[in-house]
């Protein structure tokens, strides 16, 4: 019995040291401000916030082309999830944040991400003014 109160004790420790590291990342407000409108509830069928089967497809496209494709917008999805105002960086974030807790491994993007992404958006625009 006191074996068992204290293995919950610990538990609980964990748990709330885990959701205070969360809290401290860059992306959850731009998430919860911008994002979750559509992905907290699956809204026009969008992947949904958690769901790693339904990511687990945009995961594997990678960091790069995800973001960029993302931002530019997709079908039902719209440019910049709606809000003219998000950069790059800040779009790349929440995306980041929506991605490591719906199945994936990725880190905030740096520079050279940062670089990357804008390639790709650059690509897509071209390809869109084409007749
Ligand atoms: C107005 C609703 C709405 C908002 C707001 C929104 N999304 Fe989406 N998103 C969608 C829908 C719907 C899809 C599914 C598009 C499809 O496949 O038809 C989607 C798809 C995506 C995809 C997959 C794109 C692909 O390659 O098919 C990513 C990544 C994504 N959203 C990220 C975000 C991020 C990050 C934000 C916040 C900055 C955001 N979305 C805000 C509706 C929304």
Redesign the pocket.
Known sequence: MKKKSISLWIACAIGATFSSTINAEPGEN??KQ??????GAG?????KFGDKAKWAP?IA?GQV???A??YVG?????P????PN?SIE??SD??VY??NRSGGNWKPADKTTIAAINKEIETRKAGMNKP
């Open positions: 731009t998430y911008v994002c979750a409108a559509c992905h809204v026009l069928n969008a992947p945009f496209e082309i995800l973001t494709d993302a997709v079908r039902a999805m719209p910049k999830g709606g809000n998000l800040g779009f929440a995306l929506m991605i």
